[in-house]
């Protein structure tokens, strides 16, 4: 039986599978967002408007957000995990990019559904 010790960043299956679903998702959401946009017939508040009036285009773009922030997560807490040593330092880098990415996340949930 070997005894190893775990450093550094979670190097799984789990993270690499997420990062490129998440990626993959950004990349086809940028390019129906594309469409959508140079499609409208003006530039004006009211044609963004109604882009983001259709309950099923928030969503696609809230989960265009979340997957942002959850690929962010992963390859921040990695750079964290990889190259802070000091335990207590990492850990509070940790919870502040937390914090703030689960900040943005109701923030761009206010944005969506205000408008």
């Known amino acids: 039986m070997v005894n190893r010790k775990v450093v550094g960043a979670h190097y799984g ?7 490129r679903a998440t990626a993959v998702y950004m990349a086809l959401y940028t390019v129906v967002f594309a469409v959508c946009a140079l499609t409208l017939p003006e530039l004006s508040y009211e044609a963004w408007s ?9 969503f696609l773009s809230f989960l265009f957000f979340l ?3 959850y690929h962010a997560w992963i390859g921040v807490r990695d750079i964290w995990m990889d190259y802070v040593k000091p335990d207590g330092l990492r850990l509070v880098l940790h919870l502040v990019t ?4 689960v900040g943005y ?3 761009a ?6 408008l």
């Open 50 to 58: 109604g882009l983001f009036s259709n309950g099923v285009f928030k």
């Open 67 to 69: 997957s942002v922030f």
């Open 98 to 101: 937390l914090f703030l990415l």
């Open 13 to 19: 299956l789990k993270d690499w599978i997420a990062q």
């Open 109 to 114: 949930a206010q944005i969506l559904w205000r």
């Open 105 to 107: 996340a109701g923030w």
